[in-house]
Nanobody, 123 residues
Framework: VQLQASGGGLVQAGDSLRLSCAAS???????IGWFRQAPGKEREFVAT????????YGADSVKGRFTISRHNAKNTVDLQMSSLRPEDTAVYYC??????????????????WGPGTQVTVSS
């Protein structure tokens, strides 16, 4: 499967933004995770969602602010981001997993990393 993240942009602190991950193949076959990487920092887990969408997991830093959802009929997974902070500034990536431990957020369990989308939050 090939994945493509989109929807990034420049926003102000407190604003909202919706990212979308589109798949070339059948996205319902995969758990899908969102990750981000800020300049000079390691890539970090943001959120993930199970194949069916019944289970979601998020990093503590985004809980209550970011919501992950999937629309298998449209072959997309979205990340709704609210109350954005300057520290959310990063390149955001989506990736696929078939591992039973996908919920751990370990990026070693994910693949099909496509080009990311830049999110910049100004203060």
């Amino acid at each position: 499967v090939q994945l493509q993240a989109s929807g990034g942009g420049l926003v102000q602190a407190g604003d909202s933004l919706r990212l979308s991950c589109a798949a070339s193949g059948r996205i319902s076959n995969y758990h899908i995770g969102w990750f981000r990487q800020a300049p000079g920092k390691e890539r970090e887990f943001v959120a993930t969602i199970s194949r069916s969408g019944a289970s979601t997991y998020g990093a503590d830093s985004v809980k209550g602010r970011f919501t992950i959802s999937r629309h298998n009929a449209k072959n997309t997974v979205d990340l709704q981001m609210s109350s954005l902070r300057p520290e959310d500034t990063a390149v955001y990536y989506c990736a696929a997993s078939t591992s039973v431990a996908y919920y751990s957020g370990s990026d070693s369990l994910y693949y099909s990393w496509g080009p990311g989308t830049q999110v910049t939050v100004s203060s």
